[in-house]
Structures are given as structure tokens and as C-alpha cells.
């Protein structure tokens, strides 16, 4: 079993709260910081090899439209993901 899966179960298992508003800002201020890092993060100038892949999902814009969430994956020289 992955530690993906694991997390996944144990996540089923506890009591579900809805989401307030607040708890959606908490979070999202906590994480944002380490995402504008990530995205500014310099890149290799080489990426020998690169898998590309999509799924679509609906998304909600005044009307309900399905729209690909697209995600690129880089294997550096040295043989590791980025």
C-alpha cells in the first residue's frame, strides 16, 4: 500500500467538518509563500526527457464547463523528477 493511499484511508476515516471560509484563508496563507518559492524556483536548462499529461475536470465559471488540468513532469540529467 502507498503512503499516498494510507493517508487517503485514514483521511476517510475522521469525522468530516465542513470548510469554512476562514479555514480555507488559514491554509491557503500558509501555503502561498511556499508556492511563489516553488513556482520562482530557477529551472535546469536541460530536461532530457518529459512526460506531459491531463485530465479535465468541471469547473465552475457561471456555467459548469469540463476544463483539462494540464501537469508536466521533468526527469533532470542526473535522473531525478522536478
Known amino acids: 500500500m502507498s503512503p499516498g493511499h494510507r ?10 467538518a ?4 476562514h479555514t480555507v ?14 513556482l520562482n524556483r530557477p529551472l535546469e536548462t536541460v530536461y532530457p ?3 506531459i499529461d491531463a485530465m479535465v475536470v468541471k469547473v465552475r465559471d ?3 464547463a469540463n476544463k483539462p488540468v494540464y501537469v508536466v513532469t521533468g526527469v533532470t540529467v542526473d535522473g531525478e523528477r522536478d
Open 62 to 64: 457561471g456555467q459548469v
Open 25 to 38: 484563508s488559514r491554509i491557503t496563507a500558509k501555503v502561498t509563500g511556499e508556492m511563489t518559492e516553488w
Open 7 to 16: 493517508a487517503g484511508v485514514r483521511a476517510a476515516d475522521r469525522p468530516q
Open 49 to 51: 526527457v518529459i512526460f
Open 18 to 21: 465542513p470548510a469554512t471560509t
